[in-house]
């Protein structure tokens, strides 16, 4: 099953993710067998008016493909200029959000409040297509705006004849936000209905749970957001089930630990020293998350604000829970307030995409 040149059947893809999906992020998750990563979204009236900030979130090198863009718009003639100007760079898709529930967005009539308006979406999938001249189009759309007013099936069969080359489906409302499970039921219901592929979101956070979103729902692809941070392991680890039929198993101690410099690395490269150690703390926190010393851990990091301290306490970090130094720890409590606070996160944080 392919779109343009670009093989989606069975693979597990990175979800794009406002400020998370940054280069760093994209190459380590490409690094452990992510078939495709996503740049976070930008406007289209940004990219048309050259914005820097816009821009530099689209910028992807070479190596790192094949690789998605994501566009944010509700307008059809910016959309094509945008999608005219991003062609330039080569994604191997160019994708349109349908989805996000940021006030920040939806106030602009964007994100998911296009699921409201089925004849936009039409035309702003015709608008891509027609200045695509071969990149693959897709839209990323949740199922409707919330429970009593799904809309995915009128929504995926409008996007398909108006020439979307697939669709990738957040199993959830827009209501829903990201706090109740993604329902997968859907995507059966969604196949029926379409020829073009479908790609499926939500509710992955283990190797199986992708591998049972591909083989017992009906989807072509997967696609994994939150189960990604900390954790490009999940990539490796879905491909050997999917290769060999079984998972190699939780990663240990000093997998983890050279995944996050080799992480915190990429950033220093990307960033300079100074504004990677900011950023390189919340990943680091997020790769030893399901580690006993993890409080500890949070705790001790705050204070530091040198990039080679930062390695020698990783180095430290990862000693202790190899000599069971920590005690006991309710990791479970932990995962659930992490995925909390990945939200906050969300909303907390200033999204390029506004225009
Ligand atoms: C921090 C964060 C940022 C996100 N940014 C975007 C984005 O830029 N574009 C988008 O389509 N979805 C975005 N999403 C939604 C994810 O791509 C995905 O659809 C959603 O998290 C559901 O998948 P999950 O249950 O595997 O996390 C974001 C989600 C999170 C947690």
């Known amino acids: 099953m392919t779109a343009g040149k670009l093989d989606l059947l ?8 406002a400020e998370v999906t940054d280069a760093p992020f994209r190459i380590i998750s490409k690094k452990f067998g992510a078939g495709l990563t996503f740049t976070q979204m930008v406007s289209a009236k940004g990219v048309v008016e050259n914005e820097f900030e816009t821009l530099q979130y689209l910028a992807f090198s070479r190596n ?6 994501q566009i ?37 009539q964007m994100g998911a409040t296009i699921l409201d308006n089925p004849k936009l979406l039409g035309d702003l999938v015709k608008s891509m ?4 001249l071969g990149t693959p189009i897709s839209i990323k759309m949740r199922l409707g705006k919330n429970k009593s007013n799904i809309s995915i099936i009128e929504n995926a069969q409008i996007a398909q004849k108006n020439g979307a080359d697939f669709i990738i489906v957040h199993a959830r409302t827009k209501e829903d936000r990201y706090s109740v499970e993604a329902d997968w039921n859907w995507f059966s219901e969604i196949k029926k209905n379409i020829d073009i592929p479908l790609i499926g979101n939500g509710s992955i956070f283990s190797a199986k749970d992708a591998y049972n979103m591909i083989t017992e ?9 939150r189960g990604a941070l900390g954790n490009p392991f999940i990539f490796q680890r879905f491909n050997e089930l999917l290769e060999t039929g079984k998972d190699p198993g939780e990663p240990n101690p000093l997998q983890i630990k050279d995944a996050a410099i080799e992480h915190l690395n990429l950033l220093s490269r990307e960033y300079g020293e100074i504004r990677a150690i900011h950023r390189a703390k919340k ?39 190899i000599n069971d130094f920590y005690p006991e720890e309710d990791l479970n409590e932990i995962e659930n307030s992490f995925k909390k606070r990945v939200l906050f996160w969300l909303q907390e944080n200033k999204i390029a995409a506004t225009g």
């Open 10 to 17: 069975k693979k597990l893809w990175l979800a794009p993710m």
């Open 64 to 69: 790192e493909k094949p690789i998605g863009v």
């Open 72 to 108: 944010l718009a509700n307008n059809p003639q910016t959309l094509a200029h945008s999608v005219s100007e991003i062609r330039k760079y080569s994604p191997d898709v160019i994708d349109l959000n349908c989805g996000c529930p940021v006030n920040k967005v939806t106030r602009c």
């Open 129 to 132: 297509k027609d200045v695509s």
């Open 217 to 225: 729902t009906g989807c072509d692809g997967a696609m994994v957001a």
């Open 283 to 321: 990943f680091i926190i997020w790769y030893f998350r399901n580690n006993n010393g993890i409080s500890s851990l949070i705790e001790n990091m705050i204070k530091i604000n040198d990039i080679n301290a930062l390695k020698n306490y990783i180095e430290e970090h990862t000693n202790k829970i």
